[in-house]
């Protein structure tokens, strides 16, 4: 299975907003509402961000929202925070052989 | 609070197989709607799904890798278990376990901190 395809670098001033963009397939963004994106840091384990392509978990920033239309889900941090500089990746449900997972290819987000 | 970690040897040799053992503590690998599963990443790249397990047994295996892969899970000891056969160089990586929450493929809500598993002779 092919990964999905994110740009590899973003990047955005403090305070702004950026949108990463994750694109797949009708076998798996385009067919199932199971997209979810991780914030790493380095030498970090991945951080659970979204899930279910717009949900936030418990104690995750409102600055971080998710959304999906058609084969191409997306992140959107706004009011950019320095802390906020890390890798980002997101995930989709695949069903395109047998059930599965696959991964975006990761974008790097960078605070100017 | 739960806690994954992942334990087994940080050196492989080529064609050999590679075993890790996650151990679960704070919570029971036998609650219904928890996927476990295990996500590698090569140094300095991205994160790749290897597969999960569910704690009937019911396996889901990345098909790029399901010819070389084992997931099993032991409920009396709270663990589950990866083996990956016939290793290269790589196979190289930092193994991460991992629970996704809800259903497969909804979203890994706990992480091992990861092992580095080296292929070389």
């Known amino acids: 299975q092919s990964a999905l395809t994110q740009p590899a670098s973003v990047s955005g001033s403090p305070g702004q907003s950026i949108t990463i963009s994750c694109t797949g397939t009708s076998s798996d963004v385009g067919g199932y509402n199971y997209v979810s994106w991780y914030q790493q840091h380095p030498g970090k384990a991945p951080k659970l961000m979204i899930y279910d392509v717009s949900n936030r978990p418990s104690g995750v920033s409102n600055r971080f929202s998710g959304s999906k239309s058609g084969n191409t889900a997306s992140l959107t941090i706004s009011g950019l925070q320095a802390e906020d500089e890390a890798d980002y990746y997101c995930?989709?449900?695949?069903?395109?052989?047998?059930?599965?997972?696959?991964f975006g290819t990761g974008t790097k987000v960078t605070v100017l | 609070q739960l806690q994954l970690q992942e334990s087994g040897p940080g050196l492989v040799k080529p064609s050999e197989t590679l075993s890790l053992t996650c151990t679960v503590s704070g919570g029971s690998i036998s609650s219904s709607g928890y996927y476990w599963g295990w996500i590698r990443q090569p140094p300095g790249k991205g994160l790749e799904w290897i597969g999960s397990i569910y704690y009937s047994g019911s396996t889901y295996y990345n098909p790029s890798l399901k010819s070389r892969v084992t997931i099993s899970v032991d409920t009396s000891r709270n663990q589950f278990s990866l083996k990956l056969s016939s290793v290269t160089a790589a196979d190289t990586a930092l193994y991460f376990c991992?629970?996704?929450?809800?259903?497969?493929?909804?979203?890994?809500?706990?992480w091992g901190q990861g092992t580095l598993v080296t292929v070389s002779s």
């Open positions: 991992a629970r996704d929450t809800g259903g497969l493929g909804r979203g890994v809500d706990y």
């Open positions: 995930r989709s449900y695949t069903s395109s052989s047998t059930p599965s997972c696959v």
